[in-house]
């Protein structure tokens, strides 16, 4: 992920001509925050940012295949049997001409700012959120805005996704598959999980280890 969060800054700083000012607080938390985390988690903030301006110049599709791989996850268009995994080798075209299918946010950096890029794709059906540290209950509840379209979605070793987070999945209407590994987070795993199978019986559910 560093490396793609490297070159999303040098194309950042080429877009804004130079490196974005940080802000400093005085307040007792980020003072004894350290410097290396309160960088990146505004890196991340940064990354995470959605470009109204920029999404009506390439296209919602286009605009999501950057944030997502600016945060180091990686994607593939419909029809395109290869993944994208560069910032800069991203296919070029008109707005509309790329939409993505599957995204692996394994070990990423997305966080809910960035979730409202989901708001206008069409034809993502599959969905890894593994290893993420900034997922919590409020992304999990945004994936209402591929309700359409996702029927597969993982989700493990987030740590700051609850029992009401996963609730929030019985909204995915046409699921297929849901997989739950590793979520310290979730107190009440088989009730939980009841309660899915309850909301989504058409979907198979794995929940090994949750």
Request: net charge neutral; aromatic share 6%; charged share 20%.
């Amino acid at each position: 992920m560093a490396k793609a969060m490297a070159a999303a800054l040098a194309a950042l700083c080429t877009r804004s001509k130079g490196f974005p000012t940080l802000l400093h607080s005085q307040t007792s938390t980020q003072l004894n925050t350290p410097p290396a985390r309160l960088l990146w988690g505004w890196l991340n903030s940064i990354f995470n940012k959605v470009d109204g301006k920029r999404i009506e110049q390439v296209g919602p599709d286009r605009a999501a295949a950057e944030w997502l791989l600016r945060c180091g996850a990686h994607l593939r268009f419909k029809d395109r049997p290869s993944w994208n995994r560069d910032y800069n080798t991203l296919p070029s075209g008109p707005p509309g001409r790329f939409q993505i299918e599957e995204i692996d946010a394994t070990d990423s950096s997305i966080m809910h700012i960035g979730f409202e890029h989901f708001r206008h794709l069409e034809h993502v059906k599959s969905l890894k959120l593994n290893k993420c540290m900034y997922i919590t209950d409020e992304c999990i509840g945004m994936l209402h805005l591929l309700a359409g379209t996702l029927q597969h979605l993982e989700v493990a070793s987030c740590g700051n996704v609850t029992d009401k987070g996963l609730l929030q999945v019985k909204d995915l209407s046409v699921l297929e598959t849901l997989r739950l590994f590793d979520l310290p987070s979730v107190r009440d795993k088989t009730g939980t999980v009841h309660l899915l199978q309850k909301d989504l019986p058409s979907c198979e559910i794995t929940a090994e280890g949750i």
